[in-house]
């Protein structure tokens, strides 16, 4: 009898440990889910700001390449005023030559 009440008392506390070793094991295993939910969402929120900084890129070598366009455009006009002015400087030389010329006649 004695022997079968510590057969029976050793299982009893062969399966309260085995129990408590499933609760810590499914503790464990719900921290490590958790851990991992919060590192996916991370990832996502990572995935989300890197989208966005990509578009802003995007856009901002857009507006870059209108402005570059635009600047050679100014450019272009800038040199086509530059040339009429010399142009006009050139004939109002010309023209004060043949004013001074014709007052010396």
Do not use: Y
């Amino acid at each position: 009898n004695t022997r079968a009440r510590e057969a029976l008392l050793a299982s009893e506390e062969g399966a309260a440990e085995g129990g408590a070793a499933e609760v810590g094991a499914a503790l464990e295993a719900k921290e490590a889910l958790e851990e991992r939910e919060a590192l996916e969402a991370r990832l996502e929120a990572s995935e989300a700001e890197a989208r966005s900084l990509r578009e802003e890129c995007g856009l901002a070598s857009d507006a870059a390449r209108r402005l570059e366009a635009e600047a050679g455009e100014l450019g272009r006009e800038n040199a086509a005023l530059r040339e009429e002015l010399a142009e006009a400087r050139e004939e109002l030389g010309v023209s004060r030559e043949e004013r001074e010329g014709e007052g010396a006649r």
